[in-house]
Structures are given as structure tokens and as C-alpha cells.
């Protein structure tokens, strides 16, 4: 279909012959190489039939039309120069690429000296670029590096516009064109970024998504939002915030014309939760809020999407000991805190979780009177004691002196963290956050027993329970206290080492040598003797000798009989 002259459009062939024999283009008297506007008059397989005015019929050969063949139809009009002239029957051949080459090549100058945009047709990819056919009829050469093009992508068949960067002439043949993309694109991108200044607010598309921000489509250039400028709520990941092809209002934060990079922000656009924070969150006020992190210093609360504020592991326990933060809170758990502090220039909460909960140690003497014997749990072992829990965040301190009315060796022997044991309180200092705390008063002190029914030279029993170089530690039966052997009374005869001749877990019998019993100044010890028990019965068996009568007994008969005893 074409426009008749009226600019109707015509619908059927008759009308396009009398168009065809109102053209303006009719030729009274063709010429080779004269220029003629012609119209299609039929389509075959390897030429058009065209009209050129009057009865004048000419053909235009597949290979010198512009375009594909599948592109003309009936009634189309078109321009070409007459190559050749058939005098006897009047028929002629019309080349419709000669003529537009001619007017490209008459052109090509003025687009290389303007930087004219030209369309182009990309028609193969080789190694160095691209083929590219201009106007139909001219080749020329697209360098990768000026290309913006994927070389992985199908480009082949694609229309483009490029811009002519070199532009060399030759004797015979087609011209040398050389051809940019990213030229062309450069001066689109230039534009723009003259258009654009910081703090404009401009409208995009989401393109790509990354974990360190999103890529959004402004056009004719590419902006990025860094994950820091997408949201106030920086838990929240990219793709939880944006999908591709959304379209999104942005702020320009920052333009480098040199590297093509714009900066933008999302958030910028949105409300900041810092604003009036001191109304909204006064110092003093309580807020709930959740557990998003759990740090080695304390634990992140998460108010409102882009407000969180840190609870210091000070303001979780009431105690100075280090305790395990996740015994107390866990992430994702929602926990009331109190607002202790705001920095908005830095934009930091302060909050407190045990000022909620109250101080435990405000009536801890009255909780705790002394002389009380409570349920405790062993949460920390050292060296010189243990700390055991009495509720949470109070605990006390059990010396090693008062876990046994006995010298204790080693703590871990006895106790392990975790232990449920029965303590007695035995001082309060509510002021110091302190509690004194004895296991050994729970139960009487033997000490004060065995102080009361010994004396000097009685005799007792007891185990072997520790060798060292100056003696032996034994445990005495029936009393449950330690006394000291010392290497020079385990024998009459002389011993260098307690090992040579104890060993732990044998049984002795030996005799007192001296009770110490101070209390008031943490004094308990005994000192025990079998050399003196050997001397003594030796003193003993020696009198009986002497007290018998020498006729009827001998003194070996006495120690005979003393053996069988």
C-alpha cells in the first residue's frame, strides 16, 4: 500500500497505476545513468518489475536492490539510477544500490566531519570486531573495543547506530570505514550526565543485584546503590529489598564524568528513623525490641527497621563477672531494654537490659542473711576458690580453705562447673556486690571434737592419704581430720624417704604429739608419731619384764608371746 495524492492511502493495483501514471518521475526520453524514482509493479523471485512513468517498464535485479527482496511490495516507491537501456524494445535496467552508494559515498565526508549517526546492519562478528553493512550497500568495520557488545551475545542481523571514526578513500573499490559504539554512547552518556546534578531525584530500573548493592538502569548510562544506601535497615539483604525490573526513585549521591560511575541512594528518599529520636526514644524510656546479633561485648537490639542500639555486657549483669551472654538472651528473642544513651551525629543507641530487671543486690542482705544455708550451682573454678551461683546475677565466693575442714589438694579433684552443692552464707557486702560463702560450715567442726578427746600420747588410727618429702598426711578414723606424720617419727629406725616405707592407702597406728586448735585465727593441726608408739611399747613391754618374776618367764618368751598377740 502507498499514498495517493490527496496523502489517502491505495488499496488496490488500479489505483496504483493511475498513481504510477501521475508520478512526477516520468521519463519522456531515458538515459543510461540518469537518476529515476520508479514504483514496484510486480515482485518475483529474482528481480521487481517496476513502472518509470507512461508505459516505460524496467526491472531491478536481486542483487541491486538495497534491501532484501521480501521487503518491497506492489505500489512501493524507490529511487535508482537506469544502468541499461534495451533501445529496440525500450525496456530498462534500474540499479537501486548504485545510486544510493553514490549518494552515500557523496555523504560519507560530512558524517565522518559532523560525527553524524549512521544505521548500520551487523552481518558477521570476525577476530579483531564486527562486519556492519551501511545503508544496504557499504561494509564497514566495528573494533571490539568500540563495539559495547557482548562477544558471547547473537548480535548478527541487529540494526544500530555508530558513528564513523575513520574514513579512508581508495582509488578503486569501497572506502575503509571504521565505526564506534561507545563513542556514539559516550556523548549520549556525557549529555546526561550534564542534565543530572547531586541530590537530583531521578527515576530507574532494577537491573542486576548484588550482595554489595544494586545496579540500576537510568538509560543511557548505569548507576549503583551500594548496599549501605539501599535501605535504613541494614539486616536486610539486596534481594530481600528489590527485584529485577523494579523500577525505583533514587537521589544522585555522587557523578565521576571520567569513569562513567554515578552514585545513588533509595534510602535517602525515605524517612530517617533518627529524626526526632530524642522525642520518640527519650534517655530514660523503655522500648521493646529484637535480638539481631550477639556480640563478645554485648548484644544489638533491633528497635525499628534502621534503629538498633548495643547493650554492653555492663549493662546485662549486675555482676562484674564474665558471664555467657547467651545464657541470658538468644537472636531473634524480644526483650524490653532501657534507653541510656543517644548519640544521633554518630547515630548509636545505648540501652540496658538489667536495669529493667532491677538490681538483685538492692536487698541481698535481707535474701541472704548469714549464717544461711542455701542450693547453689558451681559456675567458675580457680585457683584459690570457686564462684558459685545463688540466683541469677548474684553469686558468691567459697575459698578454698572453706570448701573442707582438711587441706584440699586440687579444686577439680572435688568440684566441677555445673555442681549443685549446698553452701552457708558467710558475709554479705552489699555495696562491693560480694558474698562470702563457706561449703565446710554446713557440717560441725571435727576439729573441735578431736581437740576435746585427745590428748598427748593417745593412741589413733588412720590411712595414708599424701606422701611429700617431709612426711605423710593421714586421715584418722573415726574423726575425719588429717594429721601430720612428719619422716622423722614414722620409725624408730632412721628413714630418708616416706616413700621407702609408706605408701598411700596403708594403715597406721600411731600416737599424738601435739593439737593445735585456734579458730578464731584459722589454726587446726595434729601432729601423730608411730616412732613414739614403737618406743613407748618398747618402754612398756621392758617394765612387764621387769615387774615378772624371772623363774618362771625369760624375756624372750615374752616378746615370743608378745608376737603371737
Known sequence: MVDGKDGQEITNMEEVMEEI????????????GSKVTVQVWEVHDNELLVKSGGKSEGMIAKEDLVKDLSEYHPGDRLDGIITYINEEDGHIKISEKKRVMKEILNNLKDYHKNETPVKGTIIAKNKGGYVVKLFGVLQAFLPASHSMLDRNADVEGKEMEFEIIDLRYRRKGNPNIVLSRKKLQQKVIDEFLTKVSEGNVIEGKVEGIEKFGVFVDLGPITGLIPRSELTYDRELEPKDVVDI????????????????KITLSRKRLQPDPWTGIETKHPVGSRVKGEVIRILPFGFVVKIEPGLEGLVHTSEIFWTNRRMDIRAVVQEGEQVEVEVIGIDKEKRKM?????????????????????????????????????IAELEEGISGFVHVTEMSWNFL???????????????SVMEVLPDEQRIRLSIRNITEDPWKRANEELDKGDEVKGEV????????????????????????????QRVE???????VGDKVDAKVVRTVYEPEKER???VIS???????????DYQQYMDKDESTVTMHELMKEKGKE
Open 465 to 492: 592419704v599424701r606422701l611429700t618429702n617431709t612426711g605423710a598426711t593421714v586421715m584418722l578414723d573415726d574423726y575425719n581430720i588429717e594429721a601430720f606424720l612428719p619422716v622423722s617419727q614414722i620409725s624408730v
Open 350 to 386: 545505648s540501652l540496658s537490659l538489667k536495669r529493667v530487671k532491677g538490681n538483685p543486690w538492692e536487698d541481698v542482705e535481707k535474701k541472704f542473711p548469714v549464717g544461711t544455708v542455701l542450693d547453689a550451682k558451681v559456675v567458675k573454678i580457680l585457683p584459690s576458690g570457686l
Open 530 to 540: 608411730i616412732k613414739q608408739k614403737e618406743v613407748d611399747e618398747e618402754k612398756n
Open 497 to 503: 624417704k616416706p616413700e621407702d616405707v609408706l605408701k
Open 21 to 32: 501514471e501521475r508520478s512526477e518521475t516520468f521519463l519522456a526520453d531515458p538515459q543510461k
Open 245 to 260: 525490573g523494579d523500577p525505583v526513585n533514587v537521589m544522585v549521591l555522587r557523578i565521576d564524568k571520567k569513569s562513567n
Open 524 to 526: 587446726r593441726n595434729m
Open 409 to 423: 589438694d586440687n579444686i577439680d579433684d572435688v568440684y566441677s562447673v555445673g555442681d549443685e552443692i549446698k553452701v
